[in-house]
């Protein structure tokens, strides 16, 4: 497998089928760039931590290859490890231990070099000089949050894996951490792979995202790409009968198109020309709709119209 020039993370084929039979990954590819902020979202259970864990070198792929920085992680899994780290969902941080402890401990078992420089400067990268000095069990979640990608980084990656870096954190402490995540990307040349379920959280970080579903790469694409499937603005209607009658109309009356899809109640119509008031005059005369919208699409669109579910916040 040749690495391309600029490319960081190549990934062929790469499944995992667990003991017992679950088949969390079934095949994907994908390739992220030096210095991109790449998504993998989806629900739960889409595959996206057990993705992680192969390329991090933790959950062994059944099929399949990923090289990190040119190295294979099943063939050269320490050249592999060197390149990148991770901040994974469960408890990382020694709750007993003082924050500037635990980065004391990571440094030196990463041999990270001129230690004590490194560490003053991702406490003041991170905004932990106030705290750092106390147990990390009187952390804040945020604050624990941010002493772990602190502690991650000491070793300086290339590639740094963030699984779910927001979630069960209060909305502003999510905001305050995806600025703090957003500055970061400005610095270093650092490749950042993160997962979340937050749709509007990729959207906002992300140069670009791979929607995971069911194991697969269902799209790929930069937000922007993604949305522009879905044309420059989608109608949406809630309707009082069955939706499926409803969609079977539209579609009879050539307001929908096939790219029109149904999530409950409500019908979301991809709009790629022609006059919305002709289609909302339309849909008027159908006696179809109990509400009717025009708004651009957005990612929520997208992830619905190819799973047909709405993902669990
Ligand atoms: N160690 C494991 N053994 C067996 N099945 C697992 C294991 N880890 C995850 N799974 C299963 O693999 C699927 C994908 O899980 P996961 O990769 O954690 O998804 P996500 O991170 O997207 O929520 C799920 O069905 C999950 O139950
Ligand atoms: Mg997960």
Redesign the pocket.
């Known amino acids: 497998m040749e690495q391309p020039a600029g490319v960081i993370v190549q990934v062929e084929g790469l499944s995992k089928t667990?003991p017992?039979g679950?088949e969390?990954v079934r095949g994907v590819d994908f390739e992220v760039r030096t210095g991109e902020v790449f998504g993998l979202i989806?629900p739960?259970?889409?595959?996206?931590?057990?993705t992680v864990g192969m390329l991090t070198t933790t959950v062994a792929p059944t099929a399949g290859r990923a090289r990190l920085a040119g190295f294979d992680v099943v063939a050269e899994p320490l050249g592999a490890r060197r390149a990148s780290a991770v901040v994974n969902q469960g408890p990382a941080v020694d709750r007993a231990l003082s924050g500037r402890k635990n980065l004391e401990v990571h440094a030196r078992l990463w041999g990270v070099a001129g230690r004590a420089a490194r560490i003053a400067e991702v406490v003041d990268a991170f905004g932990l000089s106030a705290v750092v000095d106390r147990p990390v069990g009187t952390y804040s979640g945020g604050q624990r949050r941010r002493l772990e990608i602190a502690r991650a980084l000491l070793s300086r990656p290339q590639v740094l894996f963030l699984d779910e870096p927001t979630v069960g954190l209060d909305p502003r402490v999510r905001h305050e951490l995806l600025d703090l995540l957003a500055r970061l990307r400005c610095g270093d040349h650092m490749t950042v792979l993160l997962?979340t379920h937050y749709l509007e959280e990729a959207e906002q970080l992300c140069d670009r995202v791979a929607i995971?579903y069911q194991g697969r790469l269902a799209a790929l694409g930069s937000p922007a790409q993604l949305r522009g499937a879905l044309g420059p603005r989608v109608i949406e209607l809630r309707v009082d009968q069955d939706p499926a009658q409803a969609l079977a109309a539209l579609r009879g009356a050539g307001v929908a198109g096939h790219d029109a899809f149904q999530v409950g109640r409500v019908l979301i119509i991809p709009f790629h020309g022609g006059e919305p008031g002709e289609a909302a005059a339309t849909i008027g005369r159908l006696g179809l709709a109990a509400e009717v919208s025009t708004r651009p699409p957005n990612i929520d669109d997208v992830y619905l119209q190819l799973t047909g579910e709405r993902i669990a916040a």
């Open positions: 667990y017992g679950v969390a989806g739960n259970g889409a595959g996206k931590s057990t997962t995971m």
